[in-house]
């Protein structure tokens, strides 16, 4: 199948983009096909997790043969989460949530992640690629513990985390500094995510036009700006739904809207591609914090990324530059990749660009927009725990929070709100919603908050505090190439 950058019209084949991570160009690979293929939710119904994955995967990838894509699914996932079918829906009062946190570091990130590293490795078998795959990625808390976890020691590969210094929880950060592995690096960066993340691809830029391959290495990326990382989140929307009609709450053919806790737009963007597929889905629905550009976007049109940007109690979402929003522009304007191209160099140059009045008219039809500040977080979590017994992480209850923005619309049909943290990844934000005052020491917190709510501390993150840190580098944020030169070069 071929992949087209949202940029310009260079192509290439899945296997391809996939290791490639980000196009030459700058731009985002997407399929070229994606209006034709077809994925129907009757067809996976009564199937586990790891089928519906396989055939899901298997029609965005389809260089690999059924047999291989299965081989690879039960490789990726087998025993690794805590619930076997993956990412069990809970009915919560009347709606339902979508527990995307049962991996193996207690984020939702794993989900992909457990994955990727599968088809990088079997892409680059398939295309004779013999250089070491060097992963680039910046986190903003928890896609680095996720990717680390996902390739620590996975032959022909390496991995560079870099993350904001003070920008992430002193559990997330104990995840990551704490990794073992042979072929992983961690450093903090003096900057926030968005720092981390234009320097990652600037890196790239720069990069395409050094010759890596003379030092055996070809970069790949983590993020989800790689299709790779993108395709396996589409699968759980087509589980949940199918939860749901096994369970009677929905029929078959009923339209069902998702919350999803937004910052790269990367989730939401998966469950926009369920719906190009053929998931009958209402409205998709775009949580944020603070950092509201994606809300103002969405209702207005206008995309502008000078604005203060805030530190808050869900770190993973503070992001003022979301990259697949650049995939969905290119899906909403009919592959107008000009047009994209333009809007990206404004983004860049002057910090703002404003969609027509066609494309912001389409947006409005498949999203709606929501925002939810830090004490509105935090009195969330308060109520739904209150009143419905439920703990949720500071992500999901920005989620929560807009989901009852979203009811007050009139909508219709089932709300599935996507849960992408256990609450335990952010214990002293959580504990003091409970009306608790946490102790100086975070994992002291994490035990508080068990005692108080009998919800158990995944095994991950229960030993954490005992593990040796073994990363400590820290470097300015326009260190990012020379640091990852350093590293190629050794
Ligand atoms: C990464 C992350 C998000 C945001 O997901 P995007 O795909 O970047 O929009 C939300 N919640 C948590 C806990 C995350 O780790």
Do not use: W
Request: hydrophobic share 40%; glycine share 8%; with cysteine.
């Amino acid at each position: 199948m071929l992949y087209q950058s949202t940029r310009s019209n260079h192509t290439v084949n899945s296997l391809e983009a996939i290791l490639q991570g980000i196009a030459p160009d700058g731009g985002l690979y997407l399929p070229v096909d994606l209006a034709s293929l077809k994925v129907l939710p009757r067809d996976l119904a009564d199937k586990s997790f790891e089928e519906m994955a396989a055939i899901i995967l298997r029609t965005l990838f389809d260089e690999f043969t059924e047999a291989e894509m299965a081989e690879m699914v039960r490789r990726a996932y087998g025993g690794k989460f805590e619930t076997e079918d993956v990412t069990p829906t809970v009915k919560v009062g009347q709606d339902y949530v979508l527990e995307l946190f049962r991996g193996p570091t207690s984020a939702f990130k794993d989900v992909a992640l457990s994955m990727l590293p599968v088809l990088i490795t079997e892409a680059k078998k398939k295309l004779g690629i013999t250089e070491k795959i060097m992963i680039l990625t910046a986190t903003s808390g928890d896609t680095g513990k996720a990717a680390l976890e996902g390739f620590h020691d996975v032959d022909g590969t390496g991995i560079i985390v870099f993350y904001p210094n003070g920008g992430v929880s002193a559990v997330q950060k104990a995840q990551m500094v704490t990794q073992e592995g042979n072929n992983v690096t961690v450093c903090a960066i003096d900057g926030n995510f968005d720092d981390a993340q234009t320097g990652v691809k600037n890196t790239f830029a720069a990069c395409a036009d050094l010759d890596l391959k003379q030092h055996g290495v070809m970069l790949s990326s983590a993020n989800s700006i790689n299709i790779g990382r993108l395709a396996p989140q589409i699968v759980y929307y087509y589980k949940s739904y199918c939860d749901l009609v096994a369970a009677g709450e929905i029929a078959m053919g009923d339209a069902v809207n998702f919350v999803v806790p937004t910052g790269n737009f990367g989730d939401i963007l998966a469950g926009y591609f369920a719906k190009c597929l053929g998931l009958p889905i209402g409205k998709l629905v775009c949580a944020s914090n603070q950092n509201d550009v994606l809300t103002e976007f969405l209702n207005t049109g206008r995309y502008d990324r000078r604005r203060v940007f805030h530190r808050t109690n869900s770190p993973s979402m503070d992001i003022l530059v979301s990259s697949n929003l650049e995939r969905m522009l290119y899906l909403a304007s009919g592959g107008d990749f000009e047009k994209i191209a333009g809007y990206m160099k404004a983004l860049n140059e002057i910090g703002e660009y404003t969609v027509d009045d066609a494309l912001l008219k389409e947006l409005k039809d498949t999203f709606f927009a929501g925002c939810c500040s830090e004490a509105q977080t935090l009195a969330t979590i308060g109520k739904t725990y209150e009143t419905y017994g439920y703990l949720c992480d500071t992500h999901t209850a920005v989620a929560v929070d807009v989901a009852d923005q979203f009811k007050n619309t009139t909508p219709a049909g089932a709300v599935i709100i996507l849960s992408t943290a256990s609450p335990y990844k952010f214990p002293v934000a959580v504990l003091t919603a409970l009306g608790h005052t946490p102790d100086e020491d975070e994992f002291k917190v994490m035990e508080q908050l068990q005692d108080l709510t009998n919800v158990p501390i995944p095994d991950g993150l229960a030993g954490l505090k005992e593990k040796a840190v073994l990363h400590t580098d820290v470097i300015p944020k326009d260190g990012i190439l020379d640091y990852v030169l350093k590293k190629v070069k050794a």
